[in-house]
Nanobody, 126 residues
Framework: QVQLVESGGGLVQAGGSLRLSCAAS????????MGWFRQAPGKEREFVSA????????YYADSVKDRFTISRDNAKKTVYLQMNSQKPEDTAVYYC???????????????????WGQGTQVTVSS
């Protein structure tokens, strides 16, 4: 079993920053690609960002490119999402996801990921 636990969510004003963390435990050694998704009220879950198993490649949704940065520390089994210049439209529950696939074809697809965290709320006030 693999457990993913997110932390770092909260309330921030527009233009502010938050850093999310996702810690993996259990059989975390089988997790390769890691990603972040988000779901706003009344909307479908959407891709935010992903990072390759070695951290050498990162992927972003157009809506967060140049504002968010994903990174990972494999020694700590943790992935991070640094969110800067936040906008009210960033308000959502953010989910961490992990994949057993070493080199997935579509990092942006939720179906790529085998494990999911419970989510952490991020609220950006205007």
């Amino acid at each position: 079993q693999v457990q993913l636990v997110e932390s770092g969510g909260g309330l921030v004003q527009a233009g502010g920053s938050l850093r999310l963390s996702c810690a993996a435990s259990g059989r975390a050694f089988i997790i390769y690609s890691m990603g972040w998704f988000r779901q706003a009220p009344g909307k479908e879950r959407e891709f935010v960002s992903a990072v390759r198993w070695d951290g050498a490649a990162t992927y972003y949704a157009d809506s967060v490119k140049d504002r968010f940065t994903i990174s990972r520390d494999n020694a700590k089994k943790t992935v991070y999402l640094q969110m800067n210049s936040q906008k009210p439209e960033d308000t959502a529950v953010y989910y961490c996801a992990g994949s057993n696939v070493l080199r997935p074809t579509y990092y942006q697809a939720a179906s790529t990921y085998d494990y999911w965290g419970q989510g952490t709320q991020v609220t950006v006030s205007s």
